[in-house]
């Protein structure tokens, strides 16, 4: 059993930066891979970002890529997002999830979540 709390959302001014980031409980976070998710008012929850359970692979959306970093710290159990370049459309929720074998681009693979962090960034 994973538990993820997200934090680090809020507004931002177009080409600003936030850092989210996701803490994990369990003493077996190193061994899940880990993916960020995002869902905008009236859309469907889309995959952003995902990383191996030791960060050598990663992987991202075509919308951020460039723009957005994720990584990991084990020691930490903590999972990070950075976005840098922010525009309007990445407004959204965000969520990090947990997935205990590999990694994957589609939510329903995911076995675990966290409540989500708003993000919102004006024009």
């Known amino acids: 059993q994973v538990q993820l709390v997200e934090s680090g959302g809020g507004l931002v001014q177009a080409g600003g930066s936030l850092r989210l980031s996701c803490a994990a409980s369990?003493?077996?976070?190193?061994?899940?891979?880990m993916g960020w998710f995002h869902q905008a008012p009236g859309k469907e929850r889309e995959f952003v970002a995902a990383?191996?359970?030791?960060?050598?692979?990663?992987y991202y959306a075509d919308s951020v890529k460039g723009r957005f970093t994720i990584s990991r710290d084990n020691t930490k159990n903590t999972v990070y997002l950075q976005m840098n370049s922010l525009q309007p459309e990445d407004t959204a929720i965000y969520y990090c999830?947990?997935?205990?074998?590999?990694?994957?681009?589609?939510?329903?693979?995911?076995?675990?979540w966290g409540q989500g962090t708003q993000v919102t960034v004006s024009s």
């Open positions: 369990g003493r077996t976070f190193s061994s899940y891979g």
């Open positions: 999830a947990a997935k205990t074998l590999g990694i994957a681009t589609t939510w329903t693979q995911y076995d675990y």
């Open positions: 990383i191996s359970w030791r960060g050598g692979s990663t």
